[in-house]
Nanobody
Framework: QVQLVESGGGLVQAGGSLRLSCAAS????????RGWFRQAPGKEREFVAGITWNGGMRYYADSVKGRFTVSRDNAKNTVYLQMNSLKAEDTAVYYC???????????WGRGTQVTVSS
């Protein structure tokens, strides 16, 4: 059974940092892009960051550029999202995805809640 499991979410004050992890099991995704999306209450899910299979290219939403960093460790089948200088508007459920294109992906995690208090 293929699973993507996020961890690292929680409650943090504005200006603080969190590091999310997404571990894959059941198959390897080393040859596929990986991404992070988020969904705030009452809003649609939106792209946050993505990384190509070898880490050679990274993409970010304008709202997180300069604050968030996506990385991956193919040996561990894991992708990370380092989030710094967090803002209240970053509050959302964060989902990791594998093999995504636009807003679609072949595999999704169940999400992890990030809450930033102002």
């Amino acid at each position: 059974q293929v699973q993507l499991v996020e961890s690292g979410g929680g409650l943090v004050q504005a200006g603080g940092s969190l590091r999310l992890s997404c571990a894959a099991s059941g198959r390897t995704f080393s040859g596929y892009n990986r991404g992070w999306f988020r969904q705030a209450p009452g809003k649609e899910r939106e792209f946050v960051a993505g990384i190509t299979w070898n880490g050679g290219m990274r993409y970010y939403a304008d709202s997180v550029k300069g604050r968030f960093t996506v990385s991956r460790d193919n040996a561990k089948n894991t992708v990370y999202l380092q989030m710094n200088s967090l803002k209240a508007e970053d509050t959302a459920v964060y989902y990791c995805a594998a093999d995504y294109q636009g807003a679609h992906a072949t595999h999704w995690g169940r999400g992890t809640q990030v809450t930033v208090s102002s």
